[in-house]
């Protein structure tokens, strides 16, 4: 699948996007940082209508928000690690909002990803050193409201490709 296909509305999704939406957020993905005046220009839109274009699209919740991408190597030495986690097959709903609350709260937790699989979860997570995601791991293990069942860590060895930012 070619980048632009992602894009593309498909014929069930529920937005009315047409090809200026579609422009808009494809510069966007790119350079967040660019001024309403050049991204007016790139999508052949005077300044005014491509801005109230782009407070529609982050109302509609297609646009979640700017940010930079961060070599946390550079300025937070540690350990990064995706985690893949299992719930015990006796939770429920309210063992899955319960988990999900509490990583939402963790600043170790990264990103949060419900998954099919063997796995319910998948994290991507920054600690100081293995010790400290043990012992939180453990408090985690030892939690019984967050009924995990098992966890398995892959620390990161390298980076080969940088996250872009997609849209949700």
């Known amino acids: 699948m070619q980048p632009r296909d992602m894009l593309e509305p498909s014929q069930d999704h529920s937005l009315a996007l047409d090809r200026i939406d579609l422009a808009i ?6 350079n967040g940082r660019i001024t309403y005046q050049k991204l007016s220009e790139l999508v052949h839109l005077t300044p005014r209508p491509c801005l109230e274009r782009v407070r529609k699209l982050e109302r509609m919740g297609v646009i979640l928000g700017y940010g930079a991408i961060v070599d946390l190597r ?5 350990l990064s690690l995706l985690v893949l986690v299992a719930l015990s097959n006796q939770s429920g709903r309210t063992a899955q909002k319960a988990f ?4 939402r709260e963790c600043p170790q937790v990264l990103e949060c990803h419900l998954i ?3 796995f319910d979860y998948s994290l991507r997570m ?3 050193d293995m010790e400290h995601y043990w012992r939180l791991t453990e ?3 030892d939690n019984p409201e ?3 069942d098992k966890l398995v860590a ?11 930012p997609v849209p949700g």
């Open 139 to 141: 408090a985690w293990l």
């Open 100 to 103: 999900e609350a509490s990583m």
């Open 74 to 78: 550079q300025f937070s030495p540690g």
């Open 25 to 30: 957020i494809e510069v966007l993905r790119h």
């Open 116 to 118: 099919s699989g063997t």
């Open 126 to 128: 920054r600690c100081r």
């Open 146 to 148: 967050l009924h995990i």
């Open 154 to 164: 892959h620390p990161e060895l390298a980076t080969v490709k940088n996250p872009a």
